[in-house]
């Protein structure tokens, strides 16, 4: 099993649709989590960090869920420039090194 | 203020040849950490390094080392290339509280 899942998609949304990543994590002790945005061929940005509490930042909204080792990413209100790769990033407890999934691709059509 | 500058931007060698890559993390950053992303992969953890010392190291074979400058700049050097290792390399600098990694715009190594 990847200690990081996540499901690669094509997500084929419409504009302004709401939508929904998942992202599944092995290791029970990590500590900190990450949505990061990838453009092709460019590098990764974050997005958001992930907290116990949730948290939105404008139609974007992070959650996460310790007991079932998840982490979850929504989009509200999708726009043309929302298209890109998702990755979802967890720090592993053991050390310092970030594990990444290998992303979930967003297309918006018009 | 400049963010994470990677040099060079492209590279194409053959196999058999040893390359080395730069970094130059964000002003106040200690921490540099290394990743190759293969096409259609997220990126793999090969390095990391805090104030010149090797934290933390991925499962990559000995071909790859690096090192930290006392500037806290990184170099990446990978010996004996294979045609695997073309991939898109990322450096990463992170503050001293290591809760977020900034990435460089990368060096795309080709190997042919």
């Known amino acids: 099993r990847k200690e990081v899942e996540q499901d690669p998609g094509p997500f084929n949304v419409p504009e302004g649709a709401t939508v929904a990543f998942n992202c599944t994590y092995s290791?029970?002790?990590?500590?900190?989590f990450f949505w990061y945005r990838q453009d092709c061929r460019k590098e990764p940005k974050l997005l958001m960090s992930?907290?116990?509490?949730?948290n939105e930042d404008g139609r974007f909204t992070a959650q996460l869920n310790r007991a079932s080792q998840y982490i979850s990413l929504l989009i509200r209100d999708s726009k043309l420039s929302d298209s890109a790769t998702y990755l979802c990033?967890?720090?592993?407890?053991?050390?310092?090194?970030?594990?990444w999934g290998a992303g979930t691709k967003l297309i918006i059509k018009p | 203020d400049a963010g994470v500058t990677q040099s060079p931007t492209h590279l194409i060698k053959t196999r058999g040849q040893q390359v080395t890559l730069r970094c130059s993390p964000i002003?106040?950053?200690?921490?540099v950490s290394w990743y190759q992303q293969v096409l259609g992969q997220g990126p793999q953890f090969i390095f990391q390094?805090?104030?010149?010392?090797?934290?933390g190291r991925g499962n990559f074979p000995d071909r790859f080392s690096a090192r930290q400058f006392p500037n806290y700049s990184s170099e990446l050097n990978v010996n004996a290339l294979l045609l695997g290792d073309s991939a898109l390399y990322l450096c990463?600098?992170?503050?001293?509280?290591?809760?977020?990694?900034?990435f460089g715009q990368g060096t795309r190594l080709t190997v042919v």
């Open positions: 990463a600098s992170s503050s001293p509280l290591n809760t977020e990694a900034f």
């Open positions: 002003s106040g950053h200690k921490s």
């Open positions: 390094y805090y104030e010149k010392e090797e934290r």
């Open positions: 290791n029970s002790a990590s500590q900190s």
């Open positions: 992930v907290y116990s509490s949730g």
């Open positions: 990033v967890v720090n592993k407890a053991s050390n310092y090194q970030l594990i």
